[in-house]
């Protein structure tokens, strides 16, 4: 009947899809490796860090990255938004002791 449903060639879609799977789970493994490389390179083992991010720049490492990879991994001791209201930042007390780093997306002028 013209209601039943679509046949498949066998193993074709399964392939597809394990393979746009594998080829994401290695985008993001290089993404990650990348991000966690270049934050090691400028962040001391003795040094408090902070991290700070642009909304893309958030939504590129929580893509790849578990905060607590980041914060264990590079050595970063806090993470805040760029442009979070100053009621949910750290106290600046505390945010003058810590050197920065900042993750932000480029812009077109």
């Given at each position: 009947?013209?209601?039943?449903?679509?046949?498949?060639?066998?193993?074709?879609?399964?392939?597809?899809?394990?393979?746009?799977?594998?080829?994401?789970?290695?985008?993001?493994?290089?993404?990650?490796?990348?991000i966690l490389?270049?934050?090691?390179?400028?962040?001391g083992d003795?040094?408090?860090?902070?991290?700070?991010?642009?909304?893309?720049?958030?939504?590129?490492?929580?893509?790849?990255?578990?905060?607590?990879?980041?914060?264990?991994?590079?050595?970063?001791?806090?993470?805040?938004?760029?442009?979070?209201?100053?009621?949910?930042?750290?106290?600046?007390?505390?945010?003058?002791?810590?050197?920065?780093?900042y993750l932000?997306?480029?812009?077109?002028?």
């Amino acid at each position: 009947s013209s209601l039943s449903a679509p046949v498949h060639t066998a193993g074709n879609q399964p392939c597809q899809r394990s393979r746009s799977m594998a080829q994401k789970n290695d985008v993001r493994q290089t993404l990650q490796a990348s991000i966690l490389a270049a934050l090691r390179g400028v962040t001391g083992d003795d040094q408090l860090t902070v991290l700070l991010l642009d909304d893309t720049m958030r939504r590129v490492v929580s893509r790849c990255c578990r905060l607590s990879e980041v914060m264990a991994d590079a050595n970063i001791t806090l993470v805040e938004h760029i442009l979070a209201p100053e009621a949910k930042r750290a106290p600046p007390a505390m945010a003058a002791h810590l050197s920065a780093v900042y993750l932000i997306a480029p812009t077109s002028p």
